[in-house]
T-cell receptor
Framework: GQQVQQSPASLVLQEGENAELQCNFSSTATQLQWFYQSPGGSLVSLLSNPSGTKHTGRLTSTTVTKERRSSLHISSSQTTDSGTYLCAIDPYQGGRALIFGTGTTVSVSP | NTKITQSPRYLILGRANKSLECEQHLGHNAMYWYKQSAEKPPELMFLYNLKQLIRNETVPSRFIPECPDSSKLLLHISAVDPEDSAVYFC?????????????FGEGSRLIVV
């Protein structure tokens, strides 16, 4: 089956520090999306990045499709960045059945 | 997020029947049900595109989806089991081709007692 592995499982930061989250997947992905989920909350799409590098605000995602990996860089972390970051891929041609990774829980303290 | 509304938000059930409802105001053609159990990532249950069920994952037969029109999605649950305790998220996208962003509702939290 499809496998999406994320690391680290959890991360503790001091406000202002940078963070790098990793996502590795076991098959070719036609789409890769990063989501943020607040504790007990819903999921919000952060970036859609099937290949290359994309930026939005303090977030940068780099996906190397051939190596089946993606990273999410958070710069100058803030306490409001605390939550779970999920990587999801769409391994089906023409189908939007996102398969989610296990997530990285980020905790930013002041 | 008020563009995808789900109801009820919280539900406590014994072995009863109940339906979850979702409506999206984004003009999207594809709608989904995802199940998220405690400490786990969301898992796809059902996917509809233009009101047609196009991928039916292996879920217990007590879960029956219904899509009365392209903006509404229902999930009928009969004789719930304790393992059904989870948050059920509705999601939508413009279409099912790669490149479409997925938007999620706030979720319906089901607690089975």
């Amino acid at each position: 089956g499809q496998q999406v592995q994320q690391s680290p499982a959890s991360l503790v930061l001091q406000e202002g520090e940078n963070a790098e989250l990793q996502c590795n997947f076991s098959s070719t992905a036609t789409q890769l999306q990063w989501f943020y989920q607040s504790p007990g909350g819903s999921l919000v799409s952060l970036l859609s990045n099937p290949s290359g590098t994309k930026h939005t605000g303090r977030l940068t995602s780099t996906t190397v499709t051939k190596e089946r990996r993606s990273s999410l860089h958070i710069s100058s972390s803030q306490t409001t960045d605390s939550g779970t970051y999920l990587c999801a891929i769409d391994p089906y041609q023409g189908g939007r059945a996102l398969i989610f990774g296990t997530g990285t829980t980020v905790s930013v303290s002041p | 997020n008020t563009k995808i509304t789900q109801s009820p938000r919280y539900l406590i059930l014994g072995r009863a029947n109940k339906s979850l409802e979702c409506e999206q105001h984004l003009g999207h053609n594809a709608m989904y049900w995802y199940k998220q159990s405690a400490e786990k990532p969301p898992e796809l249950m059902f996917l509809y595109n233009l009101k047609q069920l196009i991928r039916n994952e292996t879920v217990p037969s007590r879960f029956i989806p219904e899509c009365p029109d392209s903006s509404k999605l229902l999930l009928h649950i009969s004789a719930v089991d304790p393992e059904d305790s989870a948050v059920y998220f509705c999601a939508s996208s413009h279409g099912t081709a790669s490149g479409n962003t997925l938007y999620f509702g706030e979720g319906s939290r089901l607690i089975v007692v």
